[in-house]
């Protein structure tokens, strides 16, 4: 029998989208979503799924009937298994003297998404990040000259990891000797954003998590007082005219977590690493 013709016989209720069999290996999950429910609500998330390019082209350019913000309360309906944890969770967040995550750019709509991200656009213009080359290059060559000598080394944890850490940080008042307590921050905050942790385990990410907000806190204090020519104190200084305000210290979190450390350093980390892999690979013949 064909893969094909068993894939047809399963319908989406056999699979659990929180399985981690699934997680790791989803395509045939999503075929079965193709075939018989383009549209699908997940029962144990309250989420929708959808699995054809055409729909999906269709509601990313749709931003009158369909935002980035998620329908929260079909959400909550839909998993009240998850409610008292979920309370649980949110104290720990007032026992440590941390406070709730707010909406990152990529989670809001039009007007506020185009507001907020053309201030960040000016922070991060091209010329600005041009400057950062000879930066880039020397610690590119401090890495190599550490293990140079060797003859080996592990490229992810020696190179690919660290260098998109020290330059971010760099420029988002990090100190070097401070990379890695940002990277169990980050690392912490995937895990449990992938929702296949345990509730110990979750609060641990937030205790992180929150180790990571009184850490920036002083930073955004220090940068408030005196400016300098980074791009965090951009962003720190920056007023938003539609608002008539900078952004928060919740604000200015979200970002550095979500989108600076994690959709920024992660990303170049396992493109580092991937493309020397390529690299070491015999070419197609």
Sequence with gaps: ??????????????????????????????????????????????????TRFEDLR???LDTENFGNGGNRAAQEEARPQLTERQKRMLAVYEENDGWLPEPTLAARDDPNHRQMRNMFDKAFRPGKIKQ?????????????????????????????????????????????????????????WVRRFGQMVSEEEEREALEQEIAAQHYFKKVFDRLREEPDDTLLSDLVNTEIPEWGRTLTDGELQSEMMSDTFVGGSETSTNAIGEGVKILLEPPET
């Design 132 to 188: 950062l080359d000879p930066f880039v290059e020397s610690v590119a060559n401090r890495l190599f000259d550490a293990f140079a000598d060797d003859g080996h080394c592990d490229w992810v944890q020696q190179f690919s990891v660290p260098l998109p850490l020290i330059v971010i940080g760099h420029q988002m008042g990090v100190k070097e000797e401070d990379i890695w307590l940002i990277k169990r921050a980050t690392d912490a």
């Design 1 to 50: 029998m064909s893969d094909a013709t068993e894939t047809t016989q399963k319908t989406p209720d056999d699979f659990n989208f929180l399985d981690p069999e699934v997680q790791d290996c989803p395509y045939e999950a999503y075929q079965v979503l193709r075939d018989q429910a383009p549209v699908y609500q997940d029962p144990q998330t309250g989420q929708y799924v959808i």
């Design 58 to 60: 269709e509601v990313l």
